[in-house]
């Protein structure tokens, strides 16, 4: 999720590119500017694009089906999470609301509303869970939050607010949760930074500034962790994936813009295997990569 003021590149480096598909169109395996994605357990992939669909595809990038989100005319969801049980959250960003799908696509709940209240939002951009059942929903458009609620949705508690200072947020666009050092990680987008809490809603760090060096960011949409607690970054603004270890030092950035393999234009999203291979939402060239 994401959408602030940003252009431009970085010199990253060479990518191991495993598999590129996708191409423009709106038919089945086709993309309209992808925007989020996650993976199942079995290994297929659910992509949300600009169309309001959210296609399941193989690994290898061929159509299996495709749900479509109940109500597109505001604008398209940009943020989707799977469920442990399998379900699927949506953050229907435009819709102030969570939507959720069986694995078969059927909608089965949604929560939330517009506003600034307990339990409201404004524009939701992804959704994380802990072991215990919570449900941690991020926003902007005024709440600049992240908001915790039950399994059923209800909800729980809040934390964050608009800004730039220790515990402010400037469009938080993703979440992820290292389950065993109880991290919560919060792309905190157009602060380019990463905000470190706990789950409880504690602060405990930043990881990054604004920038284009190794350990800076420039827009970091989306966040997805490897199987070693290495977190892996994607970063709108500089059109490259960045790799931080747990103490949240850089270890590598890989990537730079434009329309070859390894080269990116606008990703909006990563999702990691259980191969440890990263799959980035190409948003600006509609297509999927796997390094």
């Known amino acids: 999720a994401g959408g602030c003021d940003a252009r431009g590149g970085g010199g990253g480096g060479e990518a191991r590119v495993v598999?590129?598909?996708?191409?423009?169109?709106?038919?089945?395996?086709?993309?309209?500017?992808?925007?989020?994605?996650?993976?199942?357990?079995?290994?297929?992939?659910?992509?949300?694009?600009?169309?309001?669909?959210?296609?399941r595809l193989d690994a290898k990038g061929r159509f299996l089906s495709v749900m479509n989100m109940p109500q597109i005319e505001k604008g398209k969801p940009t943020g989707l999470s799977i469920h442990p049980n399998g379900n699927i959250y949506v953050a229907d960003t435009h819709y102030h609301r969570v939507v959720v799908f069986s694995p078969e696509g059927e909608m089965i709940n949604e929560f939330g509303k517009f506003g600034q209240d307990e339990g409201c939002f404004i524009y939701p951009t992804d959704v994380a869970f802990s072991n215990d059942g919570?449900?941690?929903?991020?926003?902007?458009?005024?709440?600049?939050?992240?908001?915790?609620?039950?399994?059923?949705?209800g909800f729980v508690f809040s934390f964050g607010s608009p800004g730039s200072g220790q515990g402010q947020f400037s469009r938080?666009?993703?979440?992820?949760?290292?389950?065993?050092?109880?991290r919560?990680?919060?792309?905190?987008?157009?602060?380019h930074r990463i905000a470190v809490y706990t789950p409880d809603g504690e602060l405990l760090e930043y990881i990054g500034s604004a920038g284009r060096d190794a350990g800076q960011l420039r827009y970091p949409y989306d966040l997805a962790l490897l199987s070693d607690g290495t977190?892996?970054?994607?970063?709108?603004?500089?059109?490259?994936?960045?790799?931080?270890?747990?103490?949240?030092?850089?270890?590598?950035?890989?990537?730079?813009?434009?329309?070859?393999?390894?080269?990116?234009?606008?990703?909006?999203?990563?999702a990691v295997?259980?191969?440890?291979?990263?799959?980035?939402v190409d948003a600006g060239n509609n297509r999927i990569q796997v390094w």
């Open 19 to 55: 598999d590129v598909f996708g191409q423009g169109g709106r038919g089945p395996g086709q993309f309209a500017y992808p925007r989020a994605i996650d993976i199942a357990a079995d290994n297929t992939l659910l992509v949300v694009d600009k169309t309001g669909r959210i296609q």
């Open 134 to 153: 919570k449900i941690y929903v991020s926003e902007y458009g005024g709440n600049d939050r992240i908001s915790v609620f039950t399994e059923q949705g």
């Open 172 to 182: 938080p666009s993703a979440l992820c949760i290292h389950h065993l050092r109880k």
């Open 184 to 191: 919560l990680y919060v792309a905190d987008a157009c602060n």
């Open 231 to 270: 977190l892996a970054v994607c970063e709108f603004g500089n059109n490259r994936i960045q790799l931080f270890s747990p103490e949240g030092r850089s270890l590598g950035v890989y990537g730079r813009a434009g329309r070859g393999p390894g080269e990116l234009a606008y990703p909006w999203g990563v």
């Open 273 to 280: 295997d259980r191969r440890d291979r990263a799959f980035i």
